[in-house]
């Protein structure tokens, strides 16, 4: 675990920092200075550009972690491994780009109600394929940079960087500097900027090898194309899980609601911060597991994570929950349309996080192939659910399809990862956690409204924490919490 310990702390610190960095984004920047509908349309051109980049990938992001720790050779520039993870995305992305242009009439057709909207799609559309260029290329890089367990230069450019730029260009706008054009061309600009990181800090850590090899003499092309092309399907379904709610919306209601629904996502985002600083470094240790046959191991991993995400989960979303009001008195009056969308959103989050890193497991497994079942049935499930629930309930109907989706695809692979390798994410202690939390949460949630909201959320997260901090540390629920405390005080003691 040590390696997991140094990289999962730098990349937690990275998150929160990237967490903070977010609300202020989310909460103090963006709703204050844009439209419900100019967030919209950003927001489409990302989840537009998310599913063109997860097509073009052609899934060999999951396959350059999977099948790294084979080519694994610095002395050999890890077998012209670099060149190839990155031929056949790019390869593929020329592909998507033609028919994306070439499908402009179908996707503006999709918009035709909306007059507004057809006009900013139709002037931003192009963009959204550059976009997507970028997106590519930050996903490959960052997998090859798991694959070498460099993930926390990764981490501080997607959650810091990223945002301080986006931040900057919001208030760029603000101040006259740019209009609505140069905002979103800014935007797409903090993707490419980002990028640009990446690579140059690969030939800083010497690690950008491009000179092309054989990688068929490593392991075969043919099971390595196969992999990738199981993972592309399975990925594709994750992203329609994630972001097609956001292109629903914005087709069967309007920019305005989808504005209004990606900040409620994003509000709800922020639960899941920890788990993907966790999942960024477990992701090539379980590819190791798999390959060593180290199944008592990834047991006891599995079940530790699920511990951790389980107490952190549990506090964050009561905190978040516990405080809507005063999140959303710090944006325009539109916003807070998306409140019980955060919560719907917050609950399914919740049980993603707790049901451990099942999801991990089986696409490094031998059965990798049955995750794509799983996704391709609750991608399905998803955009059925949204055509039936959006028209009738709105925002929450798309926050209750994605609900269903992850809880579903959550249940069936925890399942799965039980009745074919025998490993199950639970123990004694998570359902103390929860009752620990459930407590914790309803003696916060009983304070009363005093003064002001910025009071009363001060009163309710003070509470919160000492409450629930203090139940972890009295029944040793989580030991990890007692370890941290008791290393902090000999730190403390040590340095007087």
């Known amino acids: 675990m040590g390696i997991v310990q140094r990289q999962g702390l ?25 439209e419900p509908q100019q967030i919209g349309l950003t927001g489409v051109l990302a989840a537009i550009a998310t599913m063109l980049a997860q097509i073009a990938a052609f899934g060999f992001g999951n396959m350059g972690v999977r099948f790294f720790p084979y080519f694994r050779k610095p002395e050999a520039g890890h077998q012209g491994f670099l060149p190839f993870l990155l031929s056949v995305p790019l390869l593929g ?56 367990y460099h993930t ?52 800083f850590v010497g690690e950008l090898h491009l000179r092309p090899a054989s990688v068929a003499s490593v392991r075969p092309l043919r099971e390595m194309l196969s992999f990738g092309a199981f993972a592309l399907l399975g990925n594709v379904s994750g992203v329609v899980i994630s972001s097609i709610d956001s292109l629903m919306v914005s087709s069967k209601v309007d920019l305005d609601a989808a504005g209004i629904y990606g900040t409620a996502f994003f509000i709800s985002t922020a639960l899941v911060l920890p788990f993907r600083a966790l999942y960024k470094i ?58 019980a969308t955060v919560l719907i959103l917050l609950a399914a989050r919740l049980f993603d996080g707790i049901t451990g890193v099942n999801g991990l497991i089986v696409v490094t497994s031998p059965r990798y192939r049955y995750d794509l079942i799983f996704n391709a049935s609750l991608a399905l499930a998803t955009v059925l659910l949204n055509l039936l629930l959006i028209p009738h309930l709105g925002l929450t109907g798309a926050a209750v399809a994605a609900a269903i989706a992850l809880v579903c695809i959550n249940l069936a692979r925890t399942w799965f990862v039980w009745y074919s390798f025998g490993l199950q994410p639970f123990d004694r202690r998570v359902p103390l956690i929860l009752l620990l939390a459930a407590v914790a949460g309803g003696a916060a949630w009983l ?50």
């Open 282 to 339: 477990a992701f090539p240790l379980l590819a190791d597991y798999w390959k060593s046959n180290d199944l008592p191991r990834m047991a006891d991993f599995y079940q530790r994570t699920t511990r951790l995400n389980t107490m952190l989960g549990c506090y964050l979303a009561l905190g978040i929950a516990l405080n809507l009001d005063f999140i959303y008195a710090q944006m325009k009056p539109a916003y807070a349309a998306g409140s």
């Open 447 to 496: 304070v009363p409204f005093v003064h002001s909201l910025l009071v009363t959320m001060l009163l309710r997260s003070t509470l919160l924490t000492v409450l629930y901090g203090g139940l972890l540390l009295a029944t040793n629920a989580e030991p990890q919490v007692r370890e941290t405390l008791q290393k902090l005080l000999r730190r403390s003691r040590s340095s007087r």
């Open 152 to 203: 926390a230069f990764s981490s501080f450019t997607q959650e810091i960087v990223l945002r301080l730029l986006i931040t900057g260009g919001a208030l760029l706008f603000a101040a006259g500097y740019l209009d609505f054009h140069g905002y979103v061309l800014w935007y797409i600009g903090a993707s490419s900027g980002v990028a640009v990181l990446l690579i140059a800090y690969t030939a």
């Open 10 to 34: 730098r990349n937690t610190i990275i998150s929160y920092a990237g967490l903070g960095l977010g609300f202020v984004n989310t909460v103090l920047v963006l709703p204050k200075i844009l």
């Open 93 to 148: 992305f020329a592909l998507v780009a033609v028919l994306y242009l070439a499908g402009k009439p179908l996707v503006m057709s999709w918009y035709a109600d909306e007059a507004t909207d057809m006009v900013l799609l139709d002037q931003y559309y192009f963009w959204g394929l550059v976009l997507a260029l970028f997106v590519l290329l930050i996903n490959l890089w960052d997998a090859y940079l798991k694959g070498l």
